[in-house]
């Protein structure tokens, strides 16, 4: 439909009404012309109210798409660390592995001692930006939080409980950040 300006509608409105009173009676004009006009202010309503409910639709759409966006920032500068913090994991379980040997050549050892401070200090530090362990040992197996990578039977833990961790797990504040790879109990063995 071809809209048409309020003031041609209005001028429009006069002309018919000019036409219809020359050629009929005086009353019938008048109630023509009154009703012609009741119908182009209906539209008229009709299409501010249109209007109006397309306007405050807008808003609201542009008001939602605000907030979204002030989450979704917030969001990335909370989790920006996350790369480098996953990288970082990689480094710490090679650096447990060195911790490890360096036991085997004695408890008193300087380079043991020296390796256990560098470790309280990455750890430290680690924490300090959100970063924690998932501690898995004993617990129950649970699939958010663990990665299954083997079943053993066990007559001392009850079926689905980690009996060894493989590798470390991490959350990142709220989020996992790298699933514990755990060996799960399962029934006794059958003799």
């Known amino acids: 439909m071809k ?6 509608q209005n001028e429009r409105i006069k002309a018919s009404a000019k036409a219809m009173s020359s050629s009929a009676s005086p009353t019938s004009a008048t109630v023509t012309d009154q009703i012609d ?14 209007f109006r409910d397309l306007a405050l639709r807008s ?5 939602n798409y605000k907030k979204r966006c002030a989450r979704e920032k917030e969001e990335a ?6 790369s480098l913090l996953e990288q970082l994991v990689a480094i710490i379980d ?25 470790q309280k200090q990455l750890n430290d530090l680690l924490a300090e930006n959100g970063l924690q362990p998932i501690e898995a040992e004993g617990k129950t197996f649970d699939p958010n939080l663990h990665e299954a990578i083997a079943h053993e039977p066990s007559n001392q833990f009850p ?3 980690v009996l060894r961790q493989a590798r470390r797990g991490y959350r990142f504040k709220e989020r996992l950040l790298r699933p514990a790879k755990v060996v799960v109990s399962s029934e006794p063995a059958k003799k």
């Open 3 to 8: 809209r048409i300006p309020v003031s041609e």
């Open 37 to 50: 006009t009741e119908d182009a202010m209906a539209s008229l309503q009709a299409d501010l109210d249109r």
């Open 59 to 63: 808003q609201a759409d542009f008001e």
């Open 77 to 82: 500068i909370k989790y920006a660390n996350k």
């Open 94 to 118: 090679n650096f447990e592995l060195g911790l490890a040997a360096a036991r085997e050549q004695g408890d008193q050892s300087p380079i043991y001692s020296g390796m256990i401070l560098v």
């Open 159 to 161: 079926e689905g409980t």
